[in-house]
């Protein structure tokens, strides 16, 4: 007989009836009551289930030869080949910790240093780069702002392209830096991914993330956007652009405001999507204005049903082997003095660096290790045996490691969730 997952989870949806979700291959089947009988014996070995339905099931991952200890150990197995075989670096780059916003819920806002990354900096991360050996490095441009320092974002294009290095980069900023001159330097250096924040219409923004001199940082930002926007309508630069809003009680009737308003000006060239605040990343005290499990289902239900707006990032999804790049044994965060962290979050914490390119020499060996190692969601007793292991992971690595971690919103209304998730998959392939 066959192993039947437990990564699956059937139940009873008041729309459709029975669903069977399998976890391993984040797909549906709608079961009519004659099958789920069948199922219900199948597992009891009463009864044996017709081929065609038994080929699609072991497709899947509802049946398998193989027991669930053994498909842990072959996740493990797929997880080690990864690590191994991975040919690319990460490397998010803050060239400075300094800033021109003062956001109110920043994580970074005790490391606020007018400190900049060097070219003697600069000239250590190329020389990482080469003497790693890896056929490519994937850069992140990151801060503080990293167009603060425009400088040795140059610098470091000009030494990759004389080493020639292959690369592909994309950058964090919050926008107000994003001239025509700019811009075209991202064309020039093809930076295929540009992330901005918006967090509401003018008044709430401007609140929100004030400029250190200009009371109106939105309608810079907006100017910017839409010079960015007919650049690319009229030149071969077409950037993945996203425009994030973080979501706490203080803002949250303006996601929608600041959706219509970027897709009526510039239809969909522009990715507009939300991240709750937690207080977790945060040094200021804004647990107040921080929604929790139930506060977040509430607020993604009122989205869909007063704007029609779905989420669909709270429904399951294959993460792959990892869910972050700090699990990645290539994968680390340069801060401008040339420390290395594994996540952006640790920043500004000597303890937590893992290397230093100025001295060359490892450090706090054991947080790299826990990093990769210990938030692995297959070694969490809480983990281990829920049906969501490989669509979650276990959540943010940082949030494990220091006890702040929380299940999806999804696990408080199991049901609820997979029945939407159900109605907006494109896996409705096996439909009995």
Known sequence: MLNWSKRNYMFNSEKYGWLLYAGLSNSFFHLSEE??????LYLKNEAELDNDILQKFQKTGVLSRY?????????????????????????????????????????????????????????KV??????????????????????????????????????NIKNTQTIVTNGYLLTKENIEMFHEYNIVGIQITLDGDKD??????????????????????????????????????SIRVNIDKDNENDYSKILNL??????????????????????????????????????????????????????????????????????????????????WDDVGDINKAVYSLKDKKFSNVSV??????????????????????????????FKALNKKEHCPVIKDNINEYLEKHYENSKKKDFVY
């Open 262 to 343: 970027i897709k009526s000006k510039f239809y969909d060239f522009y990715d507009v999507y939300f991240a709750f605040v937690t207080a977790s990343n945060s040094c200021s005290d804004i647990s107040d204005a921080v929604f929790g499990n139930k506060e977040e289902k509430e607020f993604i239900d009122r989205l869909k049903e007063k704007y029609s707006i779905d989420y669909k990032d709270y429904y399951p999804k294959n993460h792959g082997c990892v869910v972050c790049g700090a699990q990645l044994l290539d994968s680390y965060v340069i801060d401008p003095d040339g420390y290395m962290y594994k996540c």
């Open 204 to 241: 709430t923004h401007n609140k929100r993330r004030p400029h250190v001199t200009n009371p109106d940082s939105f309608s810079r930002i907006f100017d910017n956007l839409e010079m960015l926007y007919m650049y690319s309508k009229r030149t071969d630069y077409k950037p993945y652009v």
């Open 67 to 123: 027991t669930d200890d053994e498909m842990d150990s072959l996740y493990l197995l797929n997880w080690g080949k990864m690590q191994a075989y991975n040919k690319e670096l990460r490397l998010t780059l803050a060239t400075t910790l300094a800033c021109n916003f003062r956001c109110s819920y920043c994580y970074e806002k005790e490391n606020y240093k007018d400190v900049i990354m060097t070219e003697e900096t600069a000239d």
């Open 368 to 397: 790299e290790s826990d990093y990769i190692i210990k938030t692995l969601a297959i070694f969490k007793d809480k983990c281990k045996n829920c049906f969501m292991l490989y669509s979650c992971q276990g959540g943010c690595p």
């Open 35 to 40: 099958l789920k009988e069948k199922i219900d």
């Open 126 to 163: 190329i020389e990482y780069i080469l003497n790693s050996k890896k056929e490519s490095v994937a850069i992140s441009w990151y801060g503080g702002e990293p167009l603060l320092n425009i400088n040795v974002i140059k610098y470091i294009n000009k030494k990759l392209k004389e080493n």
